[in-house]
């Protein structure tokens, strides 16, 4: 018998989703358009050196928009992408040189830090988390391919930001999103958690890995819990996805039907993972746990597939 459902309280948001801008990807091809938008007073902007993200201290709190010019006027600047409209008026993600954006955090009017901590401790509204997100990715692909991956030749941004083309064997390259499967692989009233060397102590997580080329979604799940655990899965149920931009992934969420029970840990990709019962998940989830062992921030997708399994709502498939 399962044991009853758990009070977790309301749901938090999941980070990055609530995109708040109307991407007008049809409007993208159209230089004229987009130009006239950057040079309109309403336009605004995210300003972004590497991993970095520039806020402006103001009255009502931390602001992550600028005007171009105040961008300019920052450091120097990399590419302009065109992330979309916010009432009709041109949102734009402006990429910095990220040693002088590392400088800039000395500035007393600004406040310069890394997504994840931004993300962790609400420095800014979702819906701004999701628009800086879509930047720093495409950012981040602009600054590592500059060359032709065809021929060599250095290529040209065009399309607002969202293709380059090299001029001289003409081919197109297209901004890239890496497919990445993260899982809890459960069976009755115990779930699989692991523990990267990079987490910071005590936390425990789904384990997860990148789709590789070739394979499903399904076929992803079952492999790298198979590598990293030594658990074999059957059933794989689609949860939630979420745009992951550290670099450039797409988080895919799943729960998967262990069938085996035995757990081999593949030390050089976790530094742990065992079975959790559902009671103990929970006091996890609730920050309650005696050893204060914990789970990832909402923000992050693991906290959803985690709290779906824990609420019993990750049904049809245990
Ligand atoms: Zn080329």
Redesign the pocket.
Known sequence: MMSPRPDLGPKPSLGYIANILERAAERRTDDAFVAALVADEGARAYAIGGELIVLKKGANGLDPLFTPAEVQALAATTETIFLGLADRAGRFGIGLDAKATEALKSRADLHVSDLRSIAVQGLTDNGHLSAIAEAKALLHWHARHRF?A??G?PTRIVQGGWRRD?P??E?QHFPRTDPVVIMLAVTGDRCLLGRSRRFVPNMWSCLAGFVEPGESIEQAVRRETLEEAGITCGRVSYFASQPWPFPMSLMIGCHAQALTSDIVVDRTELEDARWFDREEVALMLLRRHPDSLGTPPPVAIAHHIIRAWVEDEAQGFV
Do not use: I
């Open positions: 032709c065809n021929c030749a090299c001289v064997c081919v």
